[in-house]
């Protein structure tokens, strides 16, 4: 069975400084990761994937994940936060010819 | 890249009466569609898994007679809450994707509230 862990309810960081929201996984086989944020009365939008290929995966406004397969994790990382990034962030893991399995969440708060 | 249309964006309805969820492929032909809960402050839960032209596949402890799912066309899947009370109060979001394996594309999600 599929499972996704984000072991922090809350992130809060200064703005400016870097930023790192953390998921680990379990599936069986060869994980589909990606990451989506959600902003108040929003839907889920795409950040990024990591399908094969290189560890380190870039996606949108700045944010970036590193797949590390033997710690089963895909942290979510930016270099410098901004307020405006400041959301509710959902690590999801599928596997071939599954659905998606979306993690609880972290909200993340980012201090002027 | 790709949208999904989802509609309305809030629904206030009263107990008992039922209440009809679009979802809106505008620009691909969505052959599977998912629909998700979302309640406050917890993640999305699959709630429902359509096929154009077949019955939705419900997920374990998901009532198909109390949400309807249809998915009659490639670009429309819509959800009813039938016979809605509060504790049906919550986010509904919807999924699309193209093909198995493709990427999945979300809607903006319903806030219904049954008052």
């Known amino acids: 069975a599929q499972s996704v862990a984000q072991p922090e309810d809350q992130v809060n960081v200064a703005e400016g400084n870097p930023l790192t929201v953390k998921c680990t996984y379990s599936v069986s086989g060869n994980p589909y990761l990606f990451w989506y944020v959600q902003y108040p009365n929003r839907g889920l939008q795409f950040l990024l994937k990591?399908?094969?290929?290189?560890?380190l995966v870039k996606g949108s406004y700045g944010f970036e994940a590193e797949f590390n397969k033997s710690q089963t994790s895909f942290h979510l990382k930016k270099p410098s936060a901004l307020v405006s990034d400041s959301a509710l962030y959902f690590c999801?893991?599928?596997?071939?010819?599954?659905?998606?399995?979306f993690g609880p969440g972290t909200r993340l708060s980012v201090l002027p | 890249g790709a949208v999904v249309s989802q509609h309305p964006s809030r629904v206030i309805c009263k107990s008992g009466t039922s209440v009809k969820i679009e979802c809106r492929s505008l620009d691909f032909q969505a052959t599977t569609m998912f629909w998700y809960r979302q309640f406050p402050k917890k993640s999305l839960m699959l709630m429902a898994t359509s096929n154009e032209g077949s019955k939705a596949t419900y997920e374990q402890g998901v009532e198909k007679d109390k949400f309807l799912i249809n998915h009659a066309s490639l670009t429309l899947s819509t959800l009813t809450v039938t016979s809605a009370h509060p504790e049906d109060s919550s986010f509904y979001i919807c999924?699309?994707?193209?093909?198995?394996?493709?990427?999945?594309?979300f809607g903006a999600g319903t806030r219904l509230s049954v008052l």
């Open positions: 999801a893991v599928r596997a071939d010819g599954q659905n998606f399995v």
């Open positions: 999924s699309a994707r193209e093909k198995a394996g493709g990427p999945s594309y």
């Open positions: 990591y399908i094969t290929g290189d560890n």
